[in-house]
């Protein structure tokens, strides 16, 4: 579905992705792991269109797409869940939800899909009400992974679902990506800096280090690579 070939992106005289190649098959959940500053934000916002690439490729479903305007990628269905939730908090949870689709025109299947995200984030169906910005840490990404999943994404992107979340709420969340991916065919690009989760539900991973491709695998043979699970897992 998605392949990157020798991607370079500088900020300023700085590189940061130094001729990475990263592919993302059909249905499958594919993890991007890394220390911080290793470049998995630049890459995900490289692919939506965020920040400019200097040289190489992106190709999604063989089409070219690199440096493409963004509200074309959207459109093209790869939607980008991003860090921090960027949730619009004086908006209701409802309406945050109505934002999400707003590349969208069917209101029939709008308002399906609402119901939809709402099952399967029971909590945000007694919170629809509520102001974005007064939820927990946990019911903000539930909110932020439903609004991206109303864009209805054909490679929905996350970048740090699990960052600032007790264990208990990471775990829901990881078991709701598992939930999209094999019951919904989902394909899903994760970054994530709990390894050992992403891992665990990952068909494939790429490990960055410092802009460059450490690591490839299957994500249950790197979880018990003894390299990776020193430097990674802390094992």
Do not use: H, W
């Given at each position: 579905?998605?392949?990157?070939?020798?991607?370079?992106?500088?900020?300023?005289?700085?590189?940061?992705?130094?001729?990475?190649?990263?592919?993302?098959?059909?249905?499958?959940?594919?993890?991007l792991?890394?220390?911080?500053?290793?470049?998995?934000?630049?890459?995900?916002?490289?692919i939506?269109?965020?920040?400019?690439?200097?040289?190489?490729?992106?190709?999604?479903?063989?089409?070219?797409?690199?440096?493409?305007?963004?509200?074309?990628?959207?459109?093209?269905?790869?939607?980008?869940?991003?860090?921090?939730?960027?949730?619009?908090?004086?908006?209701?949870?409802?309406?945050?939800?109505?934002?999400?689709?707003?590349?969208?025109?069917?209101?029939?299947?709008?308002?399906?899909?609402?119901?939809?995200?709402?099952?399967?984030?029971?909590?945000?169906?007694?919170?629809?009400?509520?102001?974005?910005?007064?939820?927990?840490?946990?019911?903000?990404?539930?909110?932020?992974?439903?609004?991206?999943?109303?864009?209805?994404?054909?490679?929905?992107?996350?970048?740090?679902?699990?960052?600032g979340?007790?264990?208990?709420?990471?775990?829901?969340?990881?078991?709701?990506?598992?939930?999209?991916?094999?019951?919904?065919?989902?394909?899903?690009?994760?970054?994530?800096?709990?390894?050992?989760?992403?891992?665990?539900?990952?068909?494939?991973a790429?490990?960055?280090?410092?802009?460059?491709?450490?690591?490839?695998?299957?994500?249950?043979?790197?979880?018990?690579?003894?390299?990776?699970?020193?430097?990674?897992?802390?094992?």
């Amino acid at each position: 579905m998605l392949k990157i070939e020798e991607l370079e992106v500088y900020y300023g005289y700085v590189i940061a992705l130094k001729g990475i190649n990263l592919q993302v098959k059909e249905k499958t959940i594919t993890a991007l792991l890394g220390a911080n500053g290793a470049g998995k934000s630049t890459t995900l916002n490289t692919i939506s269109g965020l920040i400019r690439a200097k040289k190489g490729r992106i190709n999604y479903k063989e089409k070219d797409i690199t440096n493409e305007d963004s509200s074309k990628i959207v459109k093209a269905g790869i939607i980008q869940c991003p860090e921090g939730r960027m949730l619009f908090p004086s908006l209701t949870v409802k309406e945050n939800l109505l934002v999400g689709a707003y590349n969208r025109n069917n209101r029939t299947e709008i308002l399906q899909d609402i119901e939809d995200v709402l099952t399967l984030f029971p909590i945000l169906s007694e919170r629809k009400k509520q102001m974005a910005g007064t939820l927990s840490g946990g019911e903000q990404q539930m909110l932020a992974i439903a609004r991206a999943l109303m864009a209805a994404p054909q490679l929905l992107m996350l970048d740090e679902p699990s960052l600032g979340l007790a264990p208990k709420i990471a775990e829901q969340i990881f078991d709701r990506l598992i939930m999209l991916n094999k019951e919904r065919n989902l394909t899903i690009l994760l970054v994530e800096q709990n390894a050992n989760a992403a891992l665990a539900i990952s068909d494939y991973a790429y490990i960055l280090e410092t802009g460059k491709i450490g690591l490839t695998g299957k994500g249950k043979e790197l979880l018990q690579n003894p390299l990776v699970r020193q430097k990674y897992l802390g094992t």
